[in-house]
């Protein structure tokens, strides 16, 4: 494994990590209820994925 000789700048440091952005998740709109979900995910206001229906996707509220 290769180990550095010599400490790293601050700069060249933070310019290398400069590159580590977070991607926003991209969003398809559902065919069935036309909703924002994920890209090959159970959409999750109807629970549908390629025709079929995933009870499990749906979002359910939150009883105390």
């Known amino acids: ?10 700069s060249n440091t933070r310019s290398r990590r400069a590159n580590w ?6 969003t398809t709109t559902c065919p069935n209820c036309s909703a924002p979900a994920q ?9 549908t ?7 499990a996707a ?3 509220s939150h009883q105390a």
């Open 21 to 26: 952005k977070a991607a926003p998740v991209a």
């Open 1 to 10: 494994m290769a180990v550095p000789k010599r400490k790293m700048s601050r």
């Open 39 to 47: 890209a090959h995910m159970a959409c999750p206001s109807c629970g």
């Open 49 to 55: 994925y390629k025709g079929r229906h995933y009870s």
């Open 58 to 60: 749906e979002q359910t």
